[in-house]
């Protein structure tokens, strides 16, 4: 059978769905955890399928699929990918696949809820990264709200209402103007364009006048910047995080808080462009203030869940500078990060998790001495705690020397601020694992704790050569999105004002 | 009125005679213990024979009585959903009424009666016809709120009701004369031949429109007359409000809109200025109320209030076809708050005391798809997709902008936003406790009501994932 004919994405999206509905047959624990285990690893392979057909020199969108949803409206059922969305969906369905494997027999309560809830969550999320439609991208932005809002409120830890409520209200609040912003251009596209209608590929070729394009900028901006979370709008995170269990804080640093700068890319670039020129230098220090000042925060926690959140928002605020330094370091960087920022800070979380497991506590102040009880998790964890700090080899460090990159190509002091994360994420990650790992043991317990078993090792081998081999291969990754990279500048580089601004001589192809 | 004899057209008339004729039948059923089937039976059989003989009428366009009873598609699409609400009422109160067995023919008469008031409110271009059916219903309703009529509450409720509903029919009324003085008719037709050059008919004529909207703001719980409903709903039987809550306001909606579709032809300004407060302090009022209940009628009252104003944001678009985005967005309401009142049917049943929303603890864990049906419900009032409110919102919306009302939407986010708590609260008492036994018993026989409940919630879902053909249902439905 040809496999370029086969309706690839629709199958990429659904099949967790489709999984989900199977775990329904039957209670058992058994049997819900080996489905839902089933079906991840089976969404996995899927997901890994374009890898093979994508062409790395097209640079219209792929595997496009397009049916007609609800006509009157203009809104279709249109998916595709390029170089952007392509490494995100192995991304979304390899950590769902770990998240199943850590909550392994460790669910207590509505087992099968829960699993059904991690199914759903991919899919919605597999959804957000493939539709070519607002209207249906704005569907699948919202449902991926519920299964994660359920996760904290049923799961998570003592304080779960408050913080399942506020991740809930914050993002909707910033999703429904954006909501505003997409009924509007559907007009927009009815008076300069080819009628009223939701479809990406139409709406990047209309011409907004400037100010209509500030404003819808802004609805739309500020929708990704509270997911991704930007500064101002971080206050979320942390209680989120703290809150849920921990397979849900791996995917909400693994894979939600890149849905915020993959629409950024997506949508404000190509069709926002003299809006993203004009607000470059608010977004740009509004990301280095994230960076620094989320390193701060991090590094004045001692509850372990609450430092990774905080790094986040440090490490996130610096793919924001990156991507908005418009040139192509910077955006290609931005995208490799995503996906070494999903994998180290989702790595971080599990190994919280299992150390929570072990210890009942995430203070850091009643830890100590860990590395010679825990030998295998001390090593997986340093591992981690280097490539998150991006040391060469790993995969952090090619991500941030292309943000950096990109940041001193656009103003050399921009990039020397941004550099401040290599030493500020030095300083709070190894004292904190020297105040983890090593020193005296502080809890006063001497229970033995278990070492690494053989399921938490499988889970964190393949991350662990990931972490490698983007590290040592980056070209392989870098490849694939150089089209699609190239193509996101030219949208701006229309613009004459990117001229003047970046200089002629150093805008980067 | 000036129509002749020969004009009766029984067949435009039919549905109406066969609701009559089975509520007499009703009033002759003697009540005992065992004719509470019957009862509910015989109801159902009025009901579901109308709601097979409506659709026949589609595209038909016939008018009966000089042209006062017209049965145009707008109207049977709004009796459709009138009398899918009420069958959901029948439904419930067959379940809900266990213990009372007095007067049960007349309960279901009663209930008839008031659908037959609502048809003829909805089935007519004249005021006076309007204001016949409007009485019809109101009776009906008086008598239904105070059913209960040994509680205390029960009483306070229906004296409420009815003082405030006597004095907006009375209003309602005042419109009417003032209407007729400027114009010379009492059909809504009069606003084409209006002469706008006269001094003294212009005034009237705007005093006339604006008493006629407060009478009907009043049926429709719209703000600032909203103020009997989270009284009435609350001492009024279950089964009773959730019908108060649904079927009242569709009549109300669909003569405002005819209302709405004459004037603005002559002159949008007024009306819409009033609509537009009407719909900003609806969605504000209703959406903050809401979030301090701790009961669940009261919250779901309130929520109602806020979803007229919603829906009254597509009447700010009637020049651009607004009817269609409140066709739609009524179809799903009907779905999704009488499916809410199911739920609070249910509890009732167990409860004697007024229904918390704490009550609804633990329910997830004991019976995850009556919980899960609520939460369907819960997400679709707050507009969440995949369900049919959020398509309905979506849609609302798109209205609403494309008649340059932006930042009456621009409101109605703001205060959706503020709704997701109180929704959502339902949703976490439902899902976050485990251990404490809720109020329904562990085991509760899988009936005719629970299965009535999920097939409301899937079909929500289902109109949120595929909401074309109703769509495009409801766009035919108002292209005149």
């Known amino acids: 059978m040809d496999i370029q004919s086969m309706p690839i994405l629709t199958i990429i999206v659904f099949l967790p769905f489709v999984g989900s509905i199977v775990v329904l047959f039957n209670r058992e624990r058994v049997w819900v955890q080996t489905v839902s285990l089933v079906t991840a690893l089976l969404s996995f392979i899927t997901t890994l399928v374009p890898f093979w057909i994508f062409k790395n020199d097209v640079s219209a969108f792929q595997l496009e699929e397009s049916v007609p949803w609800i006509m009157s409206l203009g809104i279709s059922y249109h998916l595709g990918i390029d170089g952007l969305s392509l490494f995100l969906l192995p991304l979304t369905s390899f950590l769902t696949v770990a998240c199943i494997l850590i909550s392994w027999n460790h669910i207590k309560i509505k087992e099968q809820l829960y699993f059904i809830m991690f199914l759903w969550l991919e899919a919605g999320v597999l959804g957000v990264f493939v539709a070519l439609d607002v209207f249906l991208f704005y569907i699948f932005w919202e449902v991926m709200l519920i299964p994660m809002f359920l996760i904290i409120l049923i799961w998570g830890s003592a304080n779960r209402r408050y913080a399942a409520i506020k991740f809930l209200i914050y993002t909707m609040a910033g999703s429904v103007f954006m909501l505003i912003a ?39 901006f500020v929708a990704f910047a509270i997911k991704v979370p930007m500064f101002p709008f971080h206050t979320w995170l942390p209680d989120a995080h703290v809150e849920a269990p921990t397979a849900g804080s791996v995917i909400l640093a693994g894979i939600l808080l890149k849905m915020g700068i993959y629409g950024m890319l997506r949508f ?44 986040s928002i440090s490490h996130m605020g610096l793919i924001v500078v990156g991507i908005f330094a418009l040139n192509a370091t910077g955006i290609k960087g931005g995208i490799i990060q995503m996906v070494n920022h999903g994998l180290s800070t989702g790595a971080l979380f599990i190994l919280v998790g299992a150390l929570y497991e072990r210890k009942h506590t995430r203070d850091m102040d009643k830890m100590g001495g860990l590395a010679t009880r825990v030998p295998v998790l001390a090593t997986f964890f340093l591992i981690i705690v280097l490539s998150s700090i991006g040391l060469p080899g790993m995969n952090g460090f090619v991500g941030e020397v292309l943000l950096l990159l990109g940041a001193f190509k656009f103003k050399w002091w921009v990039g020397a601020l941004g550099a401040t994360t290599l030493i500020l994420g030095a300083v709070y990650m190894l004292w904190m694992y020297q105040r983890v790992m090593f020193e005296k043991e502080r809890s006063g317990s001497d229970l033995v704790i278990n070492d690494f078993c053989l399921r938490e090792k499988i889970v964190m081998v393949p991350i662990v050569l990931l972490i490698f081999f983007i590290g040592l291969f980056p070209a392989f990754f870098l490849d694939k999105m150089d089209t699609s990279t190239d193509k996101l500048l030219s949208y701006i580089n229309k613009n004459p004002a990117v001229v003047a601004m970046v200089g002629t001589d150093k805008r980067i192809k | 009125m000036d129509f002749t004899i020969p004009d009766v057209n029984f067949i435009s008339f039919a549905p109406e005679v066969i609701l009559l004729l089975f509520a007499a039948i009703l009033l002759f059923v003697q009540s005992s213990p065992g004719r509470r089937g019957v ?48 069958l959901l009422v029948v439904v419930y109160s067959y379940q809900y009424l266990v213990f009372e067995e007095k007067n049960l023919g007349e309960y279901y008469a009663l209930v008839l009666t008031s659908v037959v008031g609502m048809n003829i409110m909805i089935a007519s271009k004249d005021l006076m016809v309007i204001f016949l059916g409007m009485e019809i219903l109101s009776m009906s309703l008086y008598v239904l709120v105070a059913f209960f009529k040994t509680v205390r509450e029960g009483m306070e409720a229906s004296i409420k009701y009815f003082l405030l509903g006597a004095f907006a029919s009375a209003l309602f009324l005042l419109g009417i004369s003032f209407f007729y003085g400027a114009s010379g008719k009492t059909g809504l037709d009069a606003f084409v031949m209006f002469d706008t050059t006269s001094k003294l008919a212009v005034p009237f004529f705007f005093v006339g429109i604006s008493l006629i909207l407060v009478g009907l703001g009043f049926k429709i719980a719209s703000v600032p007359f909203h103020m009997w409903a989270p009284d009435a709903y609350e001492g009024a039987p279950t089964s009773v409000a959730a019908f108060l809550s649904v079927a009242p306001k569709i009549a109300g909606l669909a003569v405002i809109f005819r209302v709405g579709i004459e004037m603005v032809k002559w002159s949008p300004e007024v009306m819409l200025t009033i609509i537009a407060f009407m719909a900003v302090t609806s969605m504000i009022v209703g959406n903050f109320a809401a979030l301090r209940q701790s009961g669940l009628v009261r919250m779901l009252a309130y929520s109602g209030i806020a979803q007229v104003g919603y829906m009254m944001i597509s009447l700010l678009a009637i ?12 179809s799903i309401y009907v779905l999704m708050n009488m499916g809410a009142f199911g739920i609070a049917v249910l509890l009732t049943k167990e409860k004697d ?37 959020f398509f309905a919102k979506f849609y609302i919306f798109k209205h609403g902008i494309e008649a340059g009302y932006l930042w009456v939407v621009i409101i109605a986010i703001i205060t959706t936003v503020a709704s997701l708590y109180y929704y959502f ?34 079909l929500i879902i289902v109109l949120g994932v595929v909401p074309g053909s109703l769509l495009e249902l409801a766009q035919s439905a108002v292209s005149f």
């Open chain 1, 268 to 311: 404000c670039y190509p069709l926002f462009p003299d809006a993203v020129v004009y607000f470059t230098p608010t977004v740009i220090a509004l990301g280095l203030v994230g960076v620094i000042y989320g390193a701060f925060l991090a590094f004045a926690q001692t509850d372990l869940k609450k430092l990774v959140a905080y790094s």
């Open chain 2, 425 to 458: 609260r339902v949703i976490v008492v439902m899902y976050m406790s485990e251990e404490e036994a809720g109020i329904l018993p562990k085991h509760i026989e899988i009936n005719l009501f629970n299965f009535v409940l999920l097939a409301v919630a899937l």
């Open chain 2, 353 to 389: 005391k007024r229904v918390q929303i704490d009550d609804l603890k633990g329910l997830a864990a004991q019976h995850p798809i009556i919980a899960f049906t609520m939460a369907v419900f819960m997400l679709s009032l707050a507009g969440i997709p995949p369900t049919g409110g």
């Open chain 1, 182 to 220: 997409i009924i509007v251009m559907a007009f927009l596209n009815q008076k300069l364009g080819s009628g009223f209608g939701f479809d990406l590929l139409d709406w990047i070729k209309l011409d907004i006048p400037f100010n209509l394009q500030a404003w819808l900028f802004v609805a739309f």
């Open chain 2, 319 to 330: 020049p651009q076809g607004g009817g269609s985005a409140l066709l739609f967005y009524l």
């Open chain 2, 39 to 86: 009862c509910a039976l015989l109801a159902f059989l009025a009901l579901f024979s109308n709601i097979l003989l409506v659709p026949f009428y589609w595209g038909r366009g016939i008018e009966g009585f000089g042209g006062l009873v017209i049965r145009d598609n707008f109207s049977i699409m709004c009796q459709t959903m009138i009398i899918v609400a009420v």
